[in-house]
Structure formats: structure tokens, C-alpha cells
């Protein structure tokens, strides 16, 4: 897979999350793709003071990318 369709993969993922984040007054972002296996995203908005951000992170973000791109190894939130 390119660099390319793995960035479109990865965004069709935060696609498929975006709605639930919006729903809560949040967002997110891409920032980077490490090494073409390390996945850097930020949240926004609401998400940004949320307790239980590092679940949605582990159980949501991480899952639905690795669904799309399964050579994805990590999810990692930056502030």
C-alpha cells in the first residue's frame, strides 16, 4: 500500500469515527503517519478535555484504523 492510500485509508476511518466524536462536541485530526505503522491524531474540541479520551483512543480510533489499515501498529493522541 502506498503512503497515499494508507493516508486515505486512515482518513476513511476518521470518517467512519468523526460522527460520535461530533455528536459529544469533538473532533479529530490526523497529524502523521510514522514509519508507515505509527498513527498520530489529536483531538479536538470537546475531546480535548475528556476523562475517558484514552478509551475512545484504545477501543474506538485504534480499532476502526486498524480495520482499515491493518499494518497500523499504534495510535498515539498528541496535544
Known sequence: MT????????E???EEIRP???SDGGDIKLVSIDEEKHVK???EGAC???SVNQ???KAGVE???KKYAPQIET???IA
Open 41 to 43: 491524531v489529536r483531538f
Open 55 to 57: 478509551m475512545t483512543l
Open 75 to 77: 495510535v498515539e493522541n
Open 48 to 50: 480535548i478535555g475528556c
Open 12 to 14: 476513511k476511518a476518521l
Open 63 to 65: 480499532t476502526t484504523i
Open 20 to 22: 460520535f466524536l461530533n
Open 3 to 10: 503512503h497515499e492510500e494508507l493516508t486515505f485509508n486512515i
